[in-house]
Each structure stands twice: as structure tokens, then as C-alpha cells.
């Protein structure tokens, strides 16, 4: 059974940082592109940024381009989202998932979503 479990929201001044990490479980990880995306209230899931498994290659939505840095440990099954200098406009709630990254979408077969951590950011 796969799962996801995302962490490390919270809220936090325009300016501020965050460290969102996802773990996986049920899933091989290792072998799979990663991503985060994020859905605030009104407004569609849009991705965020995704890692190839073995982290040397990202893609970056333009609107966080700059401020936000993915990673992973493919050792703790778990993919982590660095977020700088965040504005009022990073408010969403934000999950993990598999990702195509020439499209910063999610895999047609995922169907796995987490709980999602919600980041809020005041102004």
C-alpha cells in the first residue's frame, strides 16, 4: 500500500523560510521522478518542482524559481522542499506525488495523494 506522508508546514511572515519533506512508503522511490505541487482554495494543483531519481536534474515552476530548492534521500525514501523568501502567494496546501518533469505534472498513474501540509504565509 502506498503513502505518502507530507510534513513541515506551517505559518510563517513574507520573507520566511520553510522545509517541507515528504516521506514514501509502499513505493520504490528510488526509481521514480518526484515532485511537489500545491492547491490553495479557489485555484487548480499546480506543480511546484520535480527531481529525477537520482536528484541531478530539477525543474522549476517559474513562480518559485530562485526561492525553492528540491532534494531527496533516496536512502530515507523521502523528498524535501527548501522554500526561501516566501510571499502570500506560496499559500497552499502543498503534497507529493510522481511527476513528469518536462511538464511539472503528475504521473497519469498516481493516485496516491498524502494529506498534504499546509504552508501559509502572511504578509
Known amino acids: 500500500q502506498v503513502q505518502m506522508v507530507e510534513s513541515g508546514g506551517g505559518l510563517v511572515q513574507a520573507g520566511g523560510s520553510l522545509r517541507l519533506s515528504c516521506t514514501a512508503s509502499?513505493?520504490?522511490?528510488?526509481?521514480?521522478?518526484m515532485g511537489w505541487f500545491r492547491q490553495a482554495p479557489g485555484k487548480e494543483r499546480e506543480g511546484v518542482s520535480c527531481?529525477?531519481?537520482?536528484?541531478?536534474?530539477?525543474a522549476y515552476a517559474d513562480s518559485v524559481k530562485g526561492r525553492f530548492t528540491i532534494s531527496r534521500d533516496n536512502a530515507k525514501n523521502t523528498l524535501y522542499l527548501q522554500m526561501n523568501s516566501l510571499k502570500p502567494e506560496d499559500t497552499a496546501m502543498y503534497y507529493c506525488?510522481?511527476?513528469?518533469?518536462?511538464?511539472?505534472?503528475?504521473?497519469?498513474?498516481?493516485?496516491?495523494w498524502g494529506q498534504g501540509t499546509q504552508v501559509t504565509v502572511s504578509s
Open positions: 509502499g513505493l520504490t522511490f528510488n526509481i521514480y521522478t
Open positions: 506525488a510522481t511527476c513528469m518533469r518536462a511538464t511539472l505534472t503528475v504521473r497519469a498513474d498516481f493516485d496516491y
Open positions: 527531481i529525477n531519481w537520482s536528484g541531478d536534474s530539477t
